[in-house]
């Protein structure tokens, strides 16, 4: 049997994405500017209540700090969440996460935000994380939303609102000749295609 119970006080906003982790805390993304007792942009992590449990808590970042003492996130909607790993992915329409210049999509991971590459030209509606088999921490996120370029260190690349983000383990880097003899891509973007986009972005979705 389940029970509803409040998350301390709430947010002050609306709440439009979710994810948790494997640690059992909920990462919350969408429009707030408050969490509990917490002043936060956009994005906040919970840690539970009780004993052992932590509250709210703002996912600060040093540079963001040096540039706005108190208040760190993300400056615009937080549409999507996904973790993997002990990485955190927001997508959504924002311009600055942390400290970091961004375009639509950024990681939360070690204790800093950045940038996925040059980020993607539109809304993020979808994200979904995944460990990738056969590897030791390869990873890749499938991104949907509305969007038709995606760019990283060989430029930019079209694609049809569906694209993933992946790296991690060597046996994912890709060869790059841009970067000179014996360069590689340590992480990248990849279209996705699909004769039934709808299904797909469904299920990144979901």
């Known amino acids: 049997e389940y029970t509803l119970s409040a998350l301390d006080a709430g947010v002050a906003g609306q709440v439009l994405s979710l994810a948790s982790d494997s640690h059992g805390r909920l990462f919350v993304g969408g429009r707030f500017s408050r969490a509990g007792q ?3 942009l956009n994005v906040a992590r919970w840690d539970g209540s009780g004993e052992g449990g932590g509250g709210w808590t703002p996912l600060l970042d040093p540079l963001c700090l040096r540039k706005s003492p108190g208040v760190c996130g993300l400056d615009g909607d937080v549409l999507a969440l996904a973790v993997v790993g002990e990485m955190l992915y927001a997508g959504g329409s924002f311009s600055v996460a942390g400290g970091a210049a961004v375009e639509n999509i950024a990681v939360f ?3 800093a935000w950045r940038s996925l590459g040059g980020g993607v030209n539109g809304p993020v509606h979808a ?3 995944f460990s990738v088999p056969g590897t030791s921490s390869g990873f890749c ?3 949907a939303g509305g969007f038709s370029q995606v760019v990283d260190e060989r430029g930019p690349m079209n694609v049809d609102g569906l694209a993933k983000w ?6 994912l880097f890709a060869e790059w000749s841009g970067g000179g003899v014996g360069s590689v891509l340590r ?3 990849e279209a996705i ?7 797909l972005i469904s299920t990144i979705s979901g």
């Open 38 to 40: 917490e002043d936060v």
């Open 141 to 143: 996120v499938q991104v």
């Open 187 to 189: 992480e990248y973007w």
């Open 193 to 199: 295609v699909s004769p039934e986009p709808g299904i």
């Open 166 to 171: 992946c790296g991690g383990d060597a046996s």
């Open 127 to 129: 994200l979904r994380a």
């Open 109 to 111: 991971s070690a204790g």
